[in-house]
């Protein structure tokens, strides 16, 4: 699977982007997808993710009720809708693929699959 996100930009605190991440490959609604991100100097952090064949994401405390993941199966494609972006939301933000149990899905080990990354900054 090779995974391309975009979608990134600069934006005020308050404001608003999506995050698209395209995937090659035939098997792609088999994986669970992931959002990540990581900031300068610190680890990668789990944003949101949503199981194969499943349509309820799961977001991280930090972000739950401002971004939302959805997929679309037939265009092999993720989204990281994110609304009220705060300056602390900015990162590099990646798209993951695997195949991880219930006990690592918000674990970047359990992903094998990764994206190039977008850039996201919010200015305050």
């Known amino acids: 699977v090779q995974l391309q996100a975009s979608g990134g930009g600069w934006v005020q605190s308050g404001g608003s982007l999506r995050l698209s991440c395209a995937a090659s490959?035939?098997?792609?609604?088999?994986?669970?997808m992931a959002w990540f991100r990581q900031a300068p100097g610190k680890e990668r952090e789990f944003v949101a993710a949503?199981?194969?064949?499943?349509?309820?994401?799961i977001h991280a405390n930090s972000v739950k009720g401002r971004f939302t993941m959805s997929r679309d199966n037939a265009k092999n494609m993720a989204y990281l809708q994110m609304d009220s972006l705060k300056p602390e939301d900015t990162a590099v933000y990646f798209c993951g693929a695997g195949r991880p149990i219930t006990s690592m899905i918000s674990s970047p080990s359990g992903y094998s699959y990764w994206g190039q990354g977008t850039q996201v900054t919010v200015s305050s």
């Open positions: 490959g035939p098997t792609f609604s088999s994986y669970t």
């Open positions: 949503m199981k194969a064949y499943n349509s309820n994401p």
